[in-house]
């Protein structure tokens, strides 16, 4: 199973996977107009990999096959103030 791997010129650490290199027909224009001009990054064979850094392999296969597309996005950043007030019994405003 090829795909295609291309991060996002607007959103950082956001990465799109196509089933086919430059084809984003499948994928929303709204998602590719916050996605911004799609940069290539390389092609793997999910087929060969055991995981797939930060993303999980079986849900990508699985987006790919029912959508024709998966977006990987990070994941949302900890409140470090909010978990220290938190942790020091500080109610939040």
Not at 17 to 26: A, G, P
Not at 32 to 59: C, H, S, T, W
């Amino acid at each position: 199973m090829l795909t295609a791997v291309y991060k996002s010129t607007k959103k950082a650490d956001t990465f799109l996977f196509v089933e086919k290199r430059d084809d984003f027909s499948k994928v929303p224009e709204p998602l590719m107009a916050m996605f911004g001009k799609p940069q290539y990054v390389m092609l793997i064979n999910l087929a060969k990999r055991v995981q797939l850094g930060v993303a999980d392999l079986e849900q990508v296969k699985q987006a790919l096959t029912d959508n024709g597309f998966y977006l990987q996005i990070p994941p949302p950043q900890a409140n470090l103030l909010a978990e220290h007030r938190k942790q020091n019994g500080v109610e939040s405003d």
